[in-house]
């Protein structure tokens, strides 16, 4: 995906905050389709599936499709995508000071 400016780039990441989380899960390890879901009990396989292929088009999440029945699919993190875990950790860090901060 190409922004155009720094708003656009800012608008993406916090709309798709879901997509920064999928990451997170996967982080340094390959993780199989069914396994993501099960982490993501809200998530539909549809909406799931769209936003892994998504990360994919990105070059941000590598998928490996194995040719067994039933199909076996895994995903990890590109190392483009590992860059993502600074900002990741940070968002979380954020997220938990703001938490703290409106619960009071």
């Not at 709309?15 to 340094?28: A, F, T, W």
């Not at 769209?50 to 699919?73: A, H, M, R």
């Amino acid at each position: 995906m190409k922004f155009k400016d720094k708003w656009e780039i800012t608008g993406a990441l916090t709309s798709q905050i879901d997509e920064l989380l999928y990451k997170r899960r996967i982080k340094n390890k390959v993780c199989c389709f069914s396994e993501l879901q099960k982490r993501m009990p809200n998530c539909s396989r549809r909406m799931l599936s769209l936003q892994l292929s998504g990360l994919e088009k990105d070059n941000i999440v590598e998928k490996k499709v194995y040719p067994v029945i039933p199909p076996k699919t895994e995903y990890k993190l590109t190392r483009f995508g590992q860059t993502l875990t600074p900002l990741i950790l940070e968002m979380e860090k954020w997220g938990r000071i703001y938490n703290t901060i409106n619960l009071e």
